[in-house]
């Protein structure tokens, strides 16, 4: 075929967010500021749960995960934005395209089923709270761990096979600050319906099933405590923080994701991106700790000092 004449290629030229020195400035250091941010968060909430015995709880540690995720999560993106800001020709290698997407696609499809192991853990504490100890034991909590981060890994290690085995002949110009998959797949130069195929159905699998277990347990979480006498703003102030990041992050995603192929509107694309890869995991540190009484006093504990 005509393609198979056609040079493959080697690199890709991102875009990114081009305009005057001026608006490179205020770009570099606002996601500078953000990456910084985001990563002293979450490094915090994983001291404060690792050094504080009150915080040695199932949901503790699901959130000390989600913030070790969420640190690489910013730092597969972030820096190489931070770098083409300054770059005349911001380019990355297909290589290195390739393992950006396969992290970024891994860690996104771990914090799926991550959220659901947290609902399910605030499921059986409201719902099952006599059982609670024995049912959510250290191991099982391990294993839901593990399971999710292979299940991320895994997933995404059969998506980037399909993509990176198509061609590529040209253009090589991305116009997005990272390699994501639409912006990708939208360059190759010969069928890709096996790939977007592969991709669909994967797709469906790691959002549709823990999206149902999350939204399974808020639903027996509901029934539960509008069945209370006493003691509901107690139950649902437990749930809440992790709701929010819920709802903010399969918002963003279902739209970035579930949305027709036929819409290229990657300006929109961009900023939509912006939101969940960048401020996202800025905002959910404090989303919990806001919200969270204990977190907030193993944080006070942590200022203060030890007693003297």
């Known amino acids: 075929m005509e393609g198979e004449n056609q040079t493959r290629v080697s690199r890709f030229i991102l875009v990114g967010f081009p305009g005057s020195w001026g608006v490179r400035a205020v770009v570099f250091l606002v996601f500078l500021v953000a990456y910084l941010l985001t990563v002293a968060e979450n490094t915090l909430i994983i001291l404060l749960v690792q050094q504080n015995r009150p915080l040695h709880k199932p949901m503790y540690f699901f959130l000390a995960n989600l913030s070790f995720l969420e640190t690489w999560y910013v730092s597969v993106t972030v820096p190489k934005l931070l770098f083409g800001v300054w770059s005349v020709s911001n380019s990355i290698s297909f290589t290195h395209c390739m393992i950006q997407l396969y992290f970024f696609i891994a860690l996104m499809c771990t914090e799926c089923v991550l959220l659901a192991a947290m609902a ?21 909590c391990f294993r839901l761990a593990l399971a999710s981060w292979a299940i991320g890994f895994g997933i995404s290690l059969a998506k980037i096979y399909f993509i990176s085995r198509l061609r590529f002949c040209g253009p090589n110009i991305i116009n997005h600050f990272f390699c994501d998959i639409s912006p990708v797949l939208s360059l190759s130069c010969v069928d890709m319906s096996t790939a977007e195929l592969v991709d669909f159905i994967l797709a469906l699998v790691i959002f549709l099933v823990p999206l149902s277990i999350t ?3 808020y639903g027996c979480i509901l029934a539960t405590v509008l069945r209370m006498r006493t003691g509901k703003q107690r139950a649902f102030s437990t ?62 504990k942590l200022i203060q000092g030890p007693a003297t």
């Open 215 to 217: 939204v399974w347990s």
């Open 239 to 300: 749930c809440a923080s992790h709701l929010v990041v819920v709802t903010i992050f399969y918002s963003a995603t279902i739209f970035m994701y579930a949305r027709p192929r036929a819409i290229h509107a990657f300006h929109l694309h961009k900023v939509v991106s912006v939101f969940y890869a960048v401020v996202t995991p800025a905002l959910n540190p404090f989303i919990y700790c806001l919200r969270n009484r204990e977190a907030k006093e193993a944080l006070k």
């Open 120 to 140: 399910y853990d605030r499921y059986v504490a409201i719902c099952r709270p006599l059982r609670y100890p024995t049912l959510m034991s250290h191991t099982l």
